[in-house]
């Protein structure tokens, strides 16, 4: 956790697209409940045998022995039809390193209109969820903040020593074809696939290994393949902030209860970072009373996972205006522990690992942008302590054009926020930039995840039955508008 929380938050193979390698036995689909004691749905799951490294060879090879086969986790939601149509919709979940079933209970909402006639598989990617999570040693609740970066190499050694497994075919190149697999078992002849964040990744890798099997692809809150993820989170963490101040200062309510805010919240990271405060404060996932050195590490990282939230925006100006005028840190070091709790509970982080080691942190240019970096709330020590982190993790497998543009007609639907913390919407831009039936909704004031907003689920729908992304009929979307500035604990002005 403590290499983890700072970006959550990815040799040549051949390019040609081939079919999976046979999958050896798809087990009968029975009654289960999936997601995130104590928030479960009903649901369908079984288990399916595929081949482990389905013939591919990681750039740093591996003294361990390799297992010949891998168990996957699928769960099936029914259409509501008794007749639903030959091509289901699959959800591919974000993290890296969470399952798709975990995420279902936060996500039915959005497919509430698409089950009408669709069934819905979420098959947990190897090293995730129910297929084998890879976890990690947690350390104490709001340690995962730590910058220190001999203990981000210490703990993600740990985390490395911990796998049984080899975890060099962990990464989305392996993934995608693990879902072909699944797609030939169930006889399904085309998916419609809906990712979100790093989800986005797979889907978009997937339509370029097998867009003769991609129906239609949504993409909600997107990781273009052409950038890794990690050195411009800061950049973009900082004009989702600096949106929040210009939205309070346009309100009158928050404007006249926040006069200043920015300079405040500033003069607030500057002082944490001369002098760590020591909190007292409620625990709310032990239910006991702690208390935390608070840094302006804390402090920037509470500040952005609030901000994938528009609910946890409109809290902000709030909590930013009492802590630096009342200096009071307590709900902030909360927030530091629950969303430390949270994360450990979701994430497997071994499996975050292997991605963002392979796919990420090679392609990072160390030296770049430092100023500006530096200039944000989170600074660029997320970029060394990304580095340190990868050190212990040999490269996985990774395609010879998975950093390319994604090419193609399938049509393909793009969801972001205008004030998303970390995919914002160039980012989206960029990743269907060579996609010729693409389309791009930008929800204005709206953050990291789009699918169960206001009327999108119908949105979603008319796209999958349609297959034609410009021409829906969004005028819906007109109505959707983000919650209101608090301006103090009772919520917002009347």
């Known amino acids: 956790m403590r290499f983890i929380t700072l970006f959550l938050l990815l040799f040549g193979l051949s390019s040609a697209a081939t079919e999976s390698s046979e999958a050896s036995e798809l087990s ?3 009654p289960c409940r999936i997601g995130l004691a104590p928030r479960t749905l009903a649901a369908e799951c079984a288990t399916l045998s595929v081949s482990f490294t389905h013939d591919l060879q990681p750039p740093q090879p591996t003294d361990q022995e390799i297992p010949t086969t891998y168990s996957l986790s699928i769960a099936r939601i029914p259409a509501r039809s008794k007749q639903p149509e030959s091509d289901p919709v699959t959800i591919i979940a974000g993290g890296p390193g969470q399952g798709a079933q975990d995420s279902w209970p936060q996500l039915a909402n959005a497919f509430r209109a698409i089950q009408a006639n669709r069934d819905v598989y979420l098959v947990d990617q190897r090293g995730t ?3 084998g999570a890879m976890r990690c040693p947690t350390p104490p609740p709001g340690t995962g903040f ?9 703990t993600a050694k740990i985390c490395y020593d911990k796998q049984p497994q080899p975890t060099q075919w962990f990464t989305t190149s392996v993934a995608v074809r693990d879902l072909d697999a699944v797609r030939k078992a169930l006889d399904v002849q085309q998916w419609n696939i809906y990712g979100v964040s790093y989800g986005t990744r797979v889907a978009l890798h997937y339509l370029r290994r097998y867009p003769q099997h991609t129906r239609s692809v949504i993409v909600d809150a997107v990781v273009p393949p052409q ?8 950049l973009h963490a900082q004009q989702s902030l600096d949106a929040l101040f210009e939205r309070c200062e346009a309100n009158e309510g928050c404007a006249k209860s926040f006069p200043q805010l920015a300079t405040k919240t500033q003069n607030l990271f500057d002082s944490l970072q001369k002098t760590p405060r020591e909190v007292q404060f409620e625990n709310l996932s032990k239910g006991s009373l702690d208390t935390m050195s608070f840094t302006n590490q804390h402090l920037s990282m509470s500040v952005r996972l609030l901000s994938y939230s528009a609910y946890g925006t409109a809290i902000l100006p709030s909590m930013l205006h009492d802590a630096a005028v009342n200096s009071n840190l307590a709900p902030f070091a909360r927030q530091v522990a629950l969303q430390d709790s949270q994360l450990g509970g979701s994430m497997a982080t071994g499996m975050h690992a292997a991605v963002i080691c392979t796919e990420d942190a090679p392609y990072i240019d160390a030296t770049a942008d430092r100023t500006k970096l530096k ?3 989170i600074g660029d020590y997320i970029v060394d302590a990304m580095i340190a982190s990868c050190e212990p993790w040999p490269l996985g497998v990774i395609d010879d054009d998975f950093r390319t543009p994604v090419t193609g007609d399938v049509p393909v639907l793009a969801l972001s926020g205008d004030v998303d913390p970390i995919t914002p919407p160039s980012y989206a831009d960029l990743a269907i930039s060579k996609l010729s039936n693409a389309y791009h909704i930008i929800n204005p004031h709206q953050a990291h995840t789009q699918a ?23 005028e819906c979307l007109d109505r959707l508008s983000p919650p209101a500035l608090f301006v103090d604990a009772n919520g917002p002005l009347p």
């Not at 950038?227 to 800061?234: A, F, R, S, Y």
């Not at 169960?452 to 969004?474: D, R, W, Y």
């Open 28 to 30: 009968e689909f029975t």
């Open 129 to 131: 969820g129910n297929s």
């Open 146 to 154: 730590t910058i220190d970066l001999t203990e981000v190499r210490q």
């Open 227 to 234: 950038k890794p993820i990690g050195p411009e989170l800061p």
């Open 375 to 377: 200039a944000t709330f």
């Open 452 to 474: 169960p907003l206001g009327c999108m689920p119908t949105v979603l729908k008319q796209f999958i039955e349609t297959k034609s992304p410009a021409e829906l009929n969004l």
